[in-house]
Each structure stands twice: as structure tokens, then as C-alpha cells.
């Protein structure tokens, strides 16, 4: 990684770890999101390979990994979340 991206990576590492915690918001998705930061990793990878070959991984293309994980994250929890006791 780049410097500028492993700052943005370390930033969503941080928060997710918050939003993990027993009253956060993911904490229902515990087993989710304990593989999102690898799989962000693999994302900006595939990125840079596929965009410019080698070199570090630029604040971009981590941004934009974050941004598609997030997404998927997203999609995840509308699937699997549990429902209010309203739409019971």
C-alpha cells in the first residue's frame, strides 16, 4: 500500500472494530465483517493489478475497495439482519 492508502485502510479498520463492538451496529454481522478488511485488501490488489500491473496501491483504488465492501456490507445485512418486532 501505498502511505495515503494504508492511512484510509487503518481509518475503516478502526472503524469497523468500533462498530463490532457489543452494542455497535455490525455486531450482529460479527462474522461478516471479521473478514471485511482481508477482503478490501484483495479488492484494491485486484484493482491495481488489473488497472496498472504492479506497484503499491494507491488512496484511490482503496477508496474505491472500501466504497465496494461497504456495499456488499450493506447487501449483507438487508439479507441476514433479524426483524423489528414492528414487521413481526
Do not use: C
Not at 37 to 57: C, P, V
Amino acid at each position: 500500500f501505498s502511505p495515503e492508502a494504508q492511512k484510509i485502510f487503518i481509518e475503516h479498520y478502526n472503524v469497523l472494530e468500533q462498530d463490532l463492538s457489543p452494542s455497535g451496529p455490525l455486531s450482529p454481522f460479527r462474522g461478516h465483517v471479521s473478514k471485511k478488511t482481508e477482503n478490501i485488501a484483495r479488492i484494491a490488489a485486484l484493482f491495481q493489478y488489473f488497472s496498472y500491473g504492479e506497484g503499491k496501491i494507491s488512496a484511490d483504488i482503496m477508496t474505491s475497495a472500501v466504497v465496494i465492501s461497504s456495499w456488499y456490507t450493506d447487501e449483507y445485512k438487508k439479507l441476514f439482519a433479524l426483524p423489528d418486532e414492528s414487521e413481526l
